[in-house]
């Protein structure tokens, strides 16, 4: 009896973690644009959801998955970086609010983008994990979770050394903490604005392709999972990159749990348990767990 | 003054004459569009006036939407008085929201409303006993509480929901009007355009936020309810995000700040899907393109405004050093 039940909270753990890492990996995207810019991006999701797409094209073109995959991600890079120095650097200067709705109007054309090529219907997306279970001590884990917890610590590994260990890193913080002085040492900032966009659509690619398998790819696939994102980037603190992990990690395992066994949540109200975490943290604590607190000259 | 109320004047009678030249098909949707224009009055109030972004405004048009039909369905009310009712219970509910909504920053203040116009479909379904779930509430054969303008002055159904929904539209501009010229408009404006600076100017920051989010609610409201009655049904779906990213769009293209722009707004809402299928080789019976244009106007308009905001008050301080 407890051995069955601690096999079920451990299955319902490890796909909590399966669903945070998707939840990670956007949230760092969120991040990584809001630490340089200070601009919340809404149109991440939707992005997330077309990198998906076109990965499906390429293998529905008969590509292997992996080659389809990096394929997606270099493509994801070079959008986010045009996007970037097309739409969102002509009006930077210009007052947040209106960078803001104009990701609005992103978030509405690319979901209306998909929904012209590929239609509306929801598309069965063979991911690289099998669904099938492998038993490790008596508790039945689905490859797919955990193939997906994998490839996310992958990615938050080689983003965590590419902005602490390399001269571009250092470049991209920069600019990120001190526009004006960064350009005075010789730093291209408008550059590294550009790459922070392109990094975080890629990451946003890893998330929308691992995730579609799951939730079956159509054009609002990631609408609820941004909002996860969001969760997990407000319960982290919306600057801090290891928030983001640490805050959709533990936003996925909460939420399965809190689905799992609050049967008056269950899965009807787990958006809304994110949407109470996210006034939760905004109105009690605003830097989250991790953030640190925005002085303001008043 | 006088150019305005020519302005008004004109704007009413266009209106009036409008059911007698147009199609049945064209009276009833140019009905929703007022219901739009109302809930857009009520977006600019609080984002155009008193700065406060809301990415929720469908969830507002819900809860009014929500009070018509229960009154209606449960409670034997007939439509015209659900309508203050449901302005009344929006705006309790608005100023309750814009009470915390005083402690986030613009842009938190943009996430959170978002948060709740995504998770309000799943809230409607899952409180099923009062809002009869995903099936909704349908306000269908209830001939003594709806249409009871057919036959009256002659007016067909249609006409009668038209002329109910634009003379309802007339009275909210009228009041908005006059709220944004008095002392509240004032006040909303000075914490705007500097919140320091209008409370140096002992402008009750806090209070004027607070009414503006509760009289943008009731304007919502009244045009959920008002889009409840003309449709008569409402289901957790005929309120997506995407109908409060829409309004926005629809106040953006009516000028952030200046009322007179929002019937622009909600033109654009209904009739966009008509303005794409004119493009040849696009299809709109799919929802993609026009989902696309929607954003790309929004897109566009968010580079072209700053430039051409930009040229219009260069043009006017050449104007100004002219006249010296």
């Known amino acids: 009896m407890i051995v069955a039940a601690f096999s079920d909270f451990m299955q319902q753990v490890v796909s909590g973690l399966a669903s945070g890492g998707i939840y990670a990996l956007l949230a760092l995207a969120l991040v990584i644009i809001h630490r340089s810019t200070g601009v919340i991006n809404f149109a991440q999701g939707e ?99 955990l193939g997906v917890i994998a490839v996310a610590l992958v990615a938050v590994v080689l983003m965590w050394l590419l902005f602490s260990k390399t001269r571009l890193g ?112 905004l109105l009690i604590r605003p830097s989250g767990l991790f953030g640190r607190a925005a002085l303001r000259r008043a | 003054m006088r150019v305005k109320l020519s302005a008004f004047a004109l704007g009413a009678l266009v209106l009036v004459v409008l059911p007698f030249v147009l199609t049945d098909f064209r009276t009833v949707q140019l009905a929703t569009v007022g219901a739009y224009f109302i809930a857009i009055l009520g977006l600019d109030v609080l984002t155009g006036h008193s700065g406060q972004i809301s990415l929720g405004h469908g969830a507002f048009m819900a809860v009014g939407a929500y009070t018509t039909a229960i009154l209606m369905a449960n409670h034997g009310v007939r439509d015209l008085w659900t309508i203050p009712i449901a302005a009344g219970v929006a705006g309790v509910i608005g100023l309750l929201a814009g009470v915390p909504a005083l402690r986030l920053s613009g842009l938190y203040l943009a996430l959170a409303t978002f948060g709740i116009a995504v998770v309000l479909p799943t809230i409607l379904k899952k409180f099923d006993h009062f809002t009869g779930g995903s099936t909704g509430i349908t306000l269908f054969g209830k001939p003594t509480q709806t249409g009871h303008g057919v036959g009256v002055w002659g007016l067909t159904n249609n006409q009668w929901l038209y002329a109910l929904t634009w003379t309802v539209g007339g009275v909210v501009f009228l009041i908005a009007w006059w709220l944004l010229d008095s002392r509240f408009g004032r006040s909303l404006r000075a914490i705007r355009d500097s919140e320091l600076a209008a409370v140096a100017s002992g402008v009750n920051r806090a209070k004027y936020k607070v009414l ?61 899907p008509d303005i794409v299928g004119l493009i040849p080789h696009v299809d709109t019976k799919q929802a993609g393109p026009t989902t696309l244009f929607f954003g790309l106007v929004l897109v566009v308009l968010m580079l072209v405004l700053p430039i051409v905001l930009r040229a219009a008050s260069k043009l006017a301080n050449r104007s100004y050093f002219g006249a010296q």
Request: aromatic share 10%; hydrophobic share 60%; proline share 4%.
């Open chain 2, 212 to 272: 503006a989010f509760g009289v943008s609610a009731a304007f919502a409201g009244v045009a959920g309810a008002l889009l409840a009655i003309n449709v008569a049904y409402v289901a957790p779906d005929t309120f997506p995000i995407q109908l409060s990213l829409y309004l926005l769009v629809g106040a953006v293209v009516g000028f952030f700040g200046s009322i007179w722009g929002a019937v622009f707004g909600a033109l654009l809402i209904q009739f966009l």
């Open chain 1, 170 to 281: 250092l470049g991209l913080r920069a600019a990120a903490v001190n526009p004006v002085e960064s350009r005075l040492v010789g730093i291209r900032v408008a550059a590294m604005l550009a790459l922070g966009w392109g990094l975080a659509a890629m990451l946003g690619a890893v998330a929308g392709v691992m995730a579609a398998p799951s939730l079956f790819l159509e054009p609002n696939m990631m609408q609820t999972v941004l909002l996860y994102a969001f969760a997990a980037a407000v319960l982290g603190g919306m600057d801090s990159p290891i928030g983001a992990v640490v805050g959709g990690l533990l936003l996925g395992v909460l939420l399965n749990l809190v689905g799992t066994y609050v049967h008056w949540i269950g899965g009807e109200l787990r958006l809304a348990t994110a949407l109470a975490v996210i006034l939760g943290v």
């Open chain 1, 47 to 145: 992005m997330a959801t077309l990198s998906a797409f076109v990965c499906w094209t390429l293998v529905d073109h008969g590509w292997a998955f992996w080659p389809a995959f990096a394929a997606t991600l270099a493509l994801s890079f070079a959008g986010g970086v045009t996007l970037q120095a097309v739409v969102i650097r002509p009006i930077q200067a210009g007052p947040l609010l209106g960078i803001v709705i104009l990701t609005i109007g992103l978030l509405i054309a690319f979901n209306g983008l998909d929904t012209w090529i590929w239609g509306g219907a929801a598309k069965q997306f063979q991911g690289p994990f099998s669904t099938a279970p492998i038993r490790v001590g008596g508790v039945a884990f689905s490859k797919q979770d």
